[in-house]
């Protein structure tokens, strides 16, 4: 077998700082012990340190520098062919009782599934160097923030752990010296990276993560699904907060007044887009900036739900970007960026399917081999990413780094659906918006590995990301709900509904702030709507549609409109859904079912 990941020997200075903490250290021994590492590089996040593994990975072609005049300081890392994606089937929560992980996750049982993985990792670091990741999740004084660590034998993943999480020093001197200080647990080795044996196992009760055989975004990135969202949703449940797969975005008014929402759309529906909108022509002086593109933490304060972005960066979609469906993010991954499974031109840049510009004659394709437009084949993975600091981001919030988070005037969720879901509409009351997040589908995407483009139900969008038994997590939303005196309206969007020809009907993107627009002047308490069997519905007049010439009244009617033949069909599955989940969901939402059958009978 050839190593995937060869030692590398630092110079003295590097690499060689342990922390303080004597479990951090003991735990550290434990997995040498286990591993057998070449030898341990302790990460202290510093410049010259990422200088270092940056030449080391480009030694050892873990990364290809790109074209320093054309994207400086930027390098393309292509995975194995086989490691391209979130693996939903190989991920598992391990609590001791599988009631407790509850019938949407894969269980197994924990003795079992550490004696399992530790004789996979048994010896596996042999010739590799183990690099141990301190990093902390949310900003430098919130008091949701989490500490973790992370072992890996992937220079990859350290680089990436840079760029997504406040890494390094900042997360010892918030553990300090305290044996008993809370922090996350993750060891992750590329194995021989086999889809066989490819596991992404979690310990909630022990606030631990293994991963194995994998070196792909989600997957490894520790922090990112594993913690901030699996640990993280078990974690909230348990001390009275929400972790959740959304993105935070302030939009501010000409006349200066600012909201904060908070979208849940699954992976690959149209986030990191949304977080970075940037409004048409029309709609001079109003301005959109970005707290999170993929996570928000929200808790309680003063009767309102106030959220942080744990993460530092954004790991994203690359095809579709371009400077017509999102400027802010071409800007932001023009230069520091690390890429995964892109493209290569002749010039050394990057290319994907969906950018500015005509096809370059000829590139490199994401698995590294000849390719031209006239080849069916696509260029970049479908999965191809980008990881960039957020501070990339020309339309970053000020308030990002606020430790308190920002006040959540709206929560929307959404899903990829081409037909019955409208354009929007909102919720009648947080019971009802939690009905609606909880019976949510989409369409599946390139995110996770599996068939694309088949509806299935993914509640608030956590679907493969809810770290306990989802009937506790949909009660734990209904228990929130109770606490807040202020709480933000709840929407639906669908950016994704086709017409009979099976064209998006709706021209999405920038165009989105018309449905923004919407939202927040339901939050003010103006904007009219239509009552309907399922929500509130904008009549078109409600919406400003002004200078949309792309689009037909009659497109208008049919992206508003509640079919009611379709709409049987959605109600029979959210029971089908609900009877799938094997008696666990809260009697409130069996109720809400019932009314909206109900309505929908008229
Ligand atoms: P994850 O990082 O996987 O969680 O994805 P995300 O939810 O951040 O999705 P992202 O914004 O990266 O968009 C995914 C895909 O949807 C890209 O190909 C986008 O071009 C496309 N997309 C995003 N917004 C819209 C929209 O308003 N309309 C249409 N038609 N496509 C969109
Ligand atoms: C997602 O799939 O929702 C992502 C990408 O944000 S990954 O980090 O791979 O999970
Ligand atoms: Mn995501």
New binding site residues.
């Given amino acids: 077998m050839i190593n995937p990941a060869p030692a590398i020997s630092p110079p003295p200075g590097i690499g060689d700082e342990k922390p303080g903490n004597q479990a951090v250290l003991d735990w550290v021994h434990e997995v040498e012990l286990l591993t057998q590492p070449e030898n341990i590089f302790w990460c202290d996040g510093s410049e010259r340190e990422n200088d270092f593994l940056i030449s080391e990975s480009l030694k050892q072609k873990v990364l290809i520098k790109l074209n320093d005049e054309k994207v400086p300081r930027s390098y393309l890392h292509r995975s194995n062919p086989n490691d391209v994606a979130r693996v939903e089937q190989f991920t598992f929560i391990c609590t001791p009782t599988k009631a407790e992980a509850g019938p949407t996750n894969n269980w197994s049982e924990p003795t079992e599934t550490y004696a399992k993985l530790h004789g996979l990792l048994k010896g596996a670091m042999r010739g590799r160097t183990m690099f141990v990741v301190p990093y902390i999740m949310g900003p430098a004084d919130s008091p949701l923030t989490k500490i973790g660590f992370e072992i890996t034998d992937s220079t990859y993943v350290v680089l990436s752990m840079r760029i997504m999480t406040r890494m390094g020093d900042i997360a010892l001197k918030r553990l300090g010296r305290d044996p008993k200080a809370e922090w996350n647990r993750g060891v992750h080795s590329l194995l021989d990276v086999n889809p066989e044996r490819r596991f992404i196992c979690h310990f909630p009760q022990d606030n631990a993560i293994i991963s194995v055989g994998s070196g792909y975004g989600g997957n490894v990135l520790l922090s990112k699904k594993c913690l901030a969202l699996r640990i993280g949703s078990y974690l909230a449940r348990k001390q009275g907060w929400l972790a959740e797969h959304m993105?935070i975005l302030g939009v501010e008014s000409p006349a200066g007044k600012k909201h904060y929402v908070a979208a849940a759309?699954?992976?690959?529906?149209?986030?990191?887009?949304?977080a970075m909108l940037i409004p048409p022509k029309h709609f001079a002086g109003w301005k959109v900036t970005t707290v999170g593109?993929?996570i928000a933490w929200m808790q309680i304060r003063e009767g309102r739900l106030w959220a942080v972005n744990p993460e530092n960066g954004y790991?994203?979609?690359v095809?579709?970007?371009s400077c017509k469906?999102n400027p802010n993010a071409m800007k932001s991954i023009s230069h520091d960026t690390l890429f995964t499974n892109v493209a290569l031109t002749e010039d050394g840049n990057v290319w994907w399917e969906?950018k500015d510009g005509t096809p370059p004659p000829h590139a490199i394709d994401w698995r590294g081999n000849d390719w031209t437009p006239e080849l069916n084949g696509k260029a970049a993975h479908p999965n191809s990413r980008f990881a960039t600091p957020m501070r990339n981001n020309p339309v970053l919030d000020p308030h990002v780094e606020d430790g308190k988070g920002v006040p959540i005037s709206a929560i929307i969720f959404g899903g990829r659906r081409s037909d019955t879901m409208p354009l929007v509409f909102q919720a009648f009351d947080w019971e009802h918006g939690t009905y609606i997040g909880s019976t949510m589908a989409s369409e599946t995407t390139a995110?996770a590995t599996g068939a694309v483009g088949h509806v299935r139900r993914d509640p608030m969008a956590m679907l493969p990301f809810c770290g306990y038994n989802i009937g506790d997590y949909f009660r734990h939303w209904l228990e929130i709900g109770k606490r807040l005196s202020n709480p933000p309206l709840i929407f639906h969007v669908n950016?994704?509904r086709k017409s009979a020809d099976g064209k998006?009907l709706?021209p999405?993107?920038g165009d989105?702030m018309r449905v923004l627009e919407w939202i927040i002047e339901r939050c003010e308490g103006r904007g009219g709507a239509a009552e309907s069997a399922i929500g509130y519905i904008p009549r078109a007049q409600d919406l400003d549609l002004d200078e949309l010439s792309s689009i037909s009244a009659e497109q208008i009617q049919e992206l508003l409109s509640v079919n009611a033949h379709e709409w049987q069909a959605e109600l029979a599955g959210h029971a089908e859904f609900f009877d799938s989940l094997g008696g666990v969901v809260p009697g409130e939402l069996l109720g809400q079912r019932e009314k909206l059958a109900k309505r929908l009978a008229g």
């Fill in positions: 993105l759309f699954p992976s690959a529906c149209g986030k990191t887009n949304f593109d993929d790991f994203g979609v095809p579709g970007t469906s969906g995110a950016w994704f998006f709706w999405g993107f989105n």
